[in-house]
């Protein structure tokens, strides 16, 4: 089995893929994702509630990943639980052989969601990475494992002057890998990177770019429109509109994207997130021109 961080330090570009977590996600439907994806990535990322759906707990998801031979990156999020139950989870997470895990604050739950649940926010981010990159270290915790912690970041085109403090503090509490969010725009996130580089921040953390294999032109505007932190040109949406098969135009928008990506100064790897059918995943990593870009 691939191990995400083993696989960091050796690769020049790594590929992960986001996992479906639904109401509906079951034993068998883990089991079948992993089966897609065994061959193809380097590591599953396993989202914690995000946009304020239910499903199963990322620990179990992430036991039943394990056993089909898969690495999951598992998220926890602030906004859900408090102190102790995250420090409870990260202990139970390493108990069932975890070894990397990406911390998030954890995005706004819709207002309609019934009925409302109330945000802990106990903990902020940045506590939460210094937390579980000394856990190791507490005596009392002899059973902690030394977790490969992450976080993420919001890719985008930075003004003069501009200074990345939030992710200083990540690295700083000792977060190891950063998954950007979703941006489309290769100059936008190329501008982010140049002051990551600048700042020397490259040198202390891995920095994953997430890319998005979209199907249709209402897709892309929807997840611009509704998820915060996406960005999605519009040329992107205008190239959906117009194909004559969207699906392809998708996957060949994204293959284009990875390969632009594995070329970008301070980009480590690429996180890819399939809108609707896992089966694409595959097809656009094989469609990219990364042979060189993945050689060990």
Do not use: Y
């Not at 002057?161 to 503090?169: A, C, D, Q």
Request: aromatic content about 4%.
């Amino acid at each position: 089995m691939k191990i995400f961080r083993d696989e960091l330090r050796k690769r020049d570009f790594v590929i992960t893929a986001e996992c479906f977590l639904n109401p509906e996600t079951d034993t068998e439907s883990i089991r079948d994702q992993t089966d897609i994806l065994r061959d193809f990535v380097d590591g599953v990322v396993l989202t914690d509630n995000q946009h304020g759906q239910v499903h199963m707990n990322t620990i179990a998801a992430a036991r039943l990943v394990l056993d089909n031979d898969v690495d999951p990156i598992v998220q926890l999020s602030c906004r859900n639980r408090n102190r102790i139950a995250l420090v409870a989870d990260l202990l139970g997470a390493s108990a069932l052989g975890v070894s990397s895990v990406m911390l998030v604050r954890g995005s706004q739950v819709p207002a309609t969601t019934k009925p409302r649940p109330k945000a802990v926010m106990d903990t902020t981010v940045s506590d939460l990475i210094a937390t579980a990159s000394r856990l190791k270290a507490d005596e009392k915790l002899g059973a902690a494992a030394s977790f490969f912690v992450g976080s993420t970041m919001r890719a985008h085109s930075p003004g003069p002057g501009w200074v990345p403090e939030k992710l200083t503090r990540k690295i700083d509490a000792g977060a190891r890998f950063i998954v950007t969010h979703g941006n489309m725009d290769v100059e936008a996130l190329r501008a982010h990177m140049s002051h990551l580089i600048a700042a020397k921040l490259t040198r202390r953390a891995s920095v994953i770019a997430s890319t998005f294999i979209l199907t249709s032109a209402d897709d892309a505007r929807w997840l611009r429109d509704h998820r915060p932190n996406i960005e999605i040109p519009d040329s992107i949406v205008h190239r959906l509109e117009k194909a004559c098969d969207p699906r392809e135009e998708g996957l060949a928008i994204c293959a284009e994207h990875l390969s632009q990506l594995a070329r970008t100064p301070g980009v480590s790897g690429a996180n890819i997130i399939a809108s609707t059918n896992l089966v694409m995943v595959p097809e656009v990593i094989s469609a990219a021109d990364l042979n060189e870009a993945r050689s060990k």
